[in-house]
């Protein structure tokens, strides 16, 4: 569609003209704000009919995840629009970038408790990084620029452009009054380089190191840097670890990929037997890493005599907790250089021979002790079981969607991420319930890939809902629901604190096989050993949405460090 500045158009109409202009073919919505939606629609934008705008704010940022494009969520005032902070908060905190096109009260209504009236601006000033009102028609194609330009550049994040129904509603045509030919549709949107002084001092330090460590954050994925990231293992032969947003940033199969790090190396963790390694780093190089409390256990993994790098799009993030030499910019354009300026200083090449030993080792070992685990573990179907098999069934290059507590911690250390598999984790601000919409999102993005959700009996009770949506909107994906009638993390976690816990811990055990079959999806149990490789071969050769009902023992606990006093409770 070409920029038309000479036939008339409805305020709405140029709204979802301009949205087009930026790339928009798909939102998420409910209907709301009404006339942009319905413009959208008769331009042939596609709206993904959510049944709850929480959820439509995480399946947008699944969109967004895969498809590197800016997507949009549509919500009514009031209600509706407070029900689209938790998913902003989630991508604020994670640097994922959404546009949130919200109804606001006419102008001329303002404060006087109009229906449903609420100070928008203070609802989403702590979850947003810009907000503003469309307040006169004449702004309309400026302000949507804008609020492109707003979410994709420096730290991507969420933004909100609000629109008051008068202006909206409002059936007088005018001519368009674009600003820009440019579409503004992909994130990042600038990739500025870290400074080149910085990094010759960063080839430096990494190419007179011993024991050099990179640890690669979400950054990595979101900037697009995974294959020059690779590239500088490959050549320099360099360790990598990942925290859990930064899994598929390289091939855990690698001789020099760690794995994921952090507050899980403990019990049947596969980097467990690589802890002392990491303490012994004397350069790391950290980059797209928050070195937030989980990914680096409360602050006690990473040694605090090295030498640190902290490579990130985010200033105010470089060095937060650890003293570093500071490499201010995008990942993709900055580690590039950096590959250049390595091959300069004539970094090692060296094999490193004993540290594949020590990695070849420790997976050995992990695998040694999930195996021993599953063998006393042979009677009764514990969920190990189904991820050793899970693990060997996905395809290379399946998108992999975890929902927040124990799932994230389960795919994160028992699925490999190798050649191309994707990974998405919600573990901005990490809310339960959010698995399934970003794989619903991330299918949405990608219809020809498969997507796999693992979701926890307690998160998939806040968005059993949009079971409806994936058959209504034809997108499919296969659920699997650890039916173990607790809220695990929550149990286990005051169990090992406290040494008791509350009563809210233990959920009724649903027979979700109904639930999905109330949806005209297909249902499957799974509750006995010899059942979960046929399972899961069957489930992944249907054709549709698939719900798999995890009938799995309660007593598995995932490889967190501070639960390692006890294997099973």
């Not at 490959?234 to 670890?241: G, R, T, V």
């Not at 004993?354 to 040694?368: A, D, G, L, P, T």
């Not at 195996?371 to 290059?397: C, F, P, R």
Request: proline share 4%; hydrophobic share 40%.
């Amino acid at each position: 569609m070409t920029l038309d500045v000479e036939n008339q158009y409805t305020n709405a109409e140029r709204a979802a003209r301009a949205l087009y202009k930026n790339g928009v073919r798909e939102i998420f919505g409910q209907s709301n704000p009404q006339t942009i939606m319905l413009a959208c629609e008769e331009l042939g934008i596609r709206q993904i009919g959510f049944r709850q705008e929480n959820a439509g704010a995480y399946m947008a940022q699944g969109y967004g995840m895969v498809s590197g494009k800016i997507p949009v969520v549509g919500a009514q005032n009031g209600p509706a629009a407070a029900l689209l902070v938790p998913g902003l908060a989630e991508a604020h905190k994670s640097s994922h970038a959404i546009v949130a096109i919200v109804d606001d009260v006419p102008l001329r209504d303002e404060d006087r408790n109009a229906f449903q009236e609420l100070d928008h601006f203070e609802l989403f000033k702590g979850v947003a990084k810009w907000v503003k009102r469309v307040s006169h028609p004449d702004r309309i194609e400026a302000l949507i620029d804008r609020a492109f330009i707003e979410a994709s550049s420096g730290r991507p994040g969420p933004v909100v452009l609000l629109f008051p129904k008068d202006i909206m509603y409002s059936t007088k045509k005018s001519k368009a009054n674009p600003t820009s030919k440019t579409s503004f549709s992909h994130y990042p949107l600038d990739r500025p380089c870290a400074n080149l002084d910085e990094l010759q001092k960063a080839a430096d330090f990494i190419s007179k190191a011993k024991r050099p460590l990179i640890y690669a954050g979400g950054g990595v994925n979101t900037s697009g840097a995974q294959n020059i990231l690779r590239k500088i293992q490959d050549e320099f032969n360099l360790p990598i670890a990942t925290t859990t947003m930064g899994k598929g940033a390289v091939d855990e199969n690698h001789p020099l990929t760690l794995g994921p790090i952090g507050y899980y190396m403990g019990n049947r963790s596969r980097t467990k037997y690589l802890r002392e390694y990491v303490k012994q780093a004397d350069v790391i190089l950290l980059i797209g890493n928050r070195t937030n409390q989980n990914g680096t256990d409360s602050w006690t993994l990473l040694p605090n005599e090295a030498t640190y790098i902290h490579l990130d799009i985010s200033p105010s993030e470089i060095g937060r907790n650890y003293p570093s030499l500071r490499l201010a910019g995008d990942a993709k354009m900055s580690l590039e250089k950096l590959y250049e300026l390595l091959g300069e200083q004539g970094a090692s090449q060296e094999p490193r021979d004993e540290v594949r030993k020590v990695i070849q080792h420790s997976r050995q070992q992990y695998s040694q002790e999930v195996a021993s685990y599953l063998e006393k573990k042979n009677e009764v179907l514990h969920i190990e079981h189904i991820l050793v098999e899970l693990n060997k069934q996905l395809e290379e290059d399946h998108i992999v969607v975890a929902d927040a507590s124990y799932s994230s911690i389960w795919i994160s250390n028992f699925i490999d991420a190798s050649d191309k598999r994707r990974f998405i984790f919600p573990r901005g601000i990490a809310g339960l319930g959010w698995g399934l919409p970003m794989a619903m999102g991330a299918k949405v993005a990608e219809p020809g890939r498969k997507v796999f959700c693992l979701c926890g009996d307690g998160g998939f009770a806040h968005v059993w809902s949009e079971l409806e949506t994936c058959m209504r909107e034809g997108i499919d994906v296969v659920i699997g629901v650890i039916n173990n009638g607790i809220l695990g993390y929550q149990k286990h976690a005051e169990l090992s604190k406290w040494g008791k816990h509350t009563s809210a811990i233990d959920i009724k055990k649903i027979d979700y096989v109904k639930i999905a079959e109330a949806c005209e999806m297909r249902g499957m149990v799974i509750d006995h050993i010899s059942d979960v490789e046929s399972s899961l071969k069957e489930a992944f050769q249907h054709k549709g949405s698939v719900l798999l009902d995890l009938r799995v023992d309660a007593s598995s606990i995932p490889p967190l460090t501070f639960m390692q006093s006890f294997d099973s409770i």
